[in-house]
């Protein structure tokens, strides 16, 4: 795990460490005791807007006793307006930081980001590709919510198409023994090829499916996204497509007593805040937990990079 690049990289032992570790980083953060990374430096590097994922990295950073710097909007107030590559960007960064965090408009930008960096990168959303991390806390949501990964019946809602975390959410839950996922999306924004290929591939139950009442109430976890306008080809495509899947009262009343609501965030009218008091509305617990799956991420990336140095 030196970079995190995609969803794809991690096994479940893997994963089981990491979330084994995030639970450790709680109780330590919790009694305020936990500096692994003072002197460490976090570079946070974002082409796009964020609120969760840059915050929590940065918190992230801050609580492990490391330091942060960071520009919000990369493509505005970073020499990228200048003309500058990302690849040149990058490379410069690495002399300053001990980790880049990096989120871009374009698949696949952090690949190349990791191809000429001298420091660990990590993917935080690539334009309509992956956002790993992010699934990575969908996981560990899941899991705390659950008790359980294996055997659970996921319903995926929304954007399928545009959505990354969905795609990174489908490669992770596929390391996991009898699960399956139901996909629901407007037909404009269906789930793509790659995604359902790497799932046949894998022997994952999974399905296409219309009638969100009808899944919602045979699911344990309704995963429910935004439509991403930013990415429609067009406003009249999008005004098409967006309010077909709504999450409100009226769905909770069909859906099982333990089954949870999860959202990446932020939303945008597809979960009616009607529904935030339920005790099933997981978003806000889920969100929160982010903040312990990245501290453990950023250790071990700069475990894994201490590694590297002693092997060179
Ligand atoms: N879920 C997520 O990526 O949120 P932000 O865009 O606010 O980082």
């Known amino acids: 795990m030196y970079h995190v690049l995609g969803a794809r990289q991690f096994d479940r032992t893997e994963l089981e460490q990491l979330f084994a570790l995030a639970r450790m980083l709680e109780t330590k953060t919790r009694e305020g005791r936990c500096e692994p990374l003072r002197g460490k430096i976090l570079a946070s590097l974002f082409f796009e807007p964020s609120t969760r994922t840059r915050m929590s990295f940065e918190a ?33 960064i690495g002399a ?15 690949a190349r980001a990791a ?69 629901v999306a407007p037909p404009e924004t269906p789930i793509p090829e790659e995604v359902k290929d790497y799932l046949r591939r894998h022997g994952v139950s999974y399905a296409e499916e219309e009638d969100l009442e009808a899944v919602a109430a045979r699911a344990d976890v309704v995963y429910q996204t935004r439509i991403q306008k930013e990415r429609f080809p067009s406003p009249e495509l999008y005004e098409r497509v967006y309010g077909r899947y709504v999450v409100d009262r009226s769905l909770m009343r069909k859906m099982k007593p333990d089954a949870v609501v999860m959202h990446p965030l932020p939303r945008a009218g597809e979960i009616d805040p009607e529904v935030d008091s339920d005790p099933r509305a997981a978003y806000f617990r889920q969100a929160a937990g982010g903040l312990y799956v990245r501290m453990a991420l950023l250790c071990r990336c700069l475990e894994a990079e201490l590694e590297q140095r002693r092997n060179t």
């Open 60 to 92: 992230a950073m801050l609580r492990l006793g490391g330091q942060v710097i960071s520009t919000e909007n990369a493509a505005q107030f970073s020499s990228a307006i200048k003309g500058e590559t990302l690849e040149d960007t990058v490379r410069v």
């Open 96 to 110: 300053y930081a001990d980790v880049i965090v990096l989120r871009h408009y374009e698949r696949g930008a952090a």
């Open 115 to 183: 191809a000429v960096s001298e420091v660990p990168v990590i993917n935080a959303g690539d334009g309509p590709g992956e956002h790993p991390t992010q699934a990575l806390l969908d996981l560990y949501a899941i899991h705390r919510e659950r008790g359980r990964i294996d055997g659970t019946r996921v319903a995926m809602v929304g954007d399928l198409a545009y959505g990354r975390t969905v795609h990174s959410l489908a490669y992770l839950i596929a390391r996991f023994d009898g699960v399956h996922i139901d996909f």
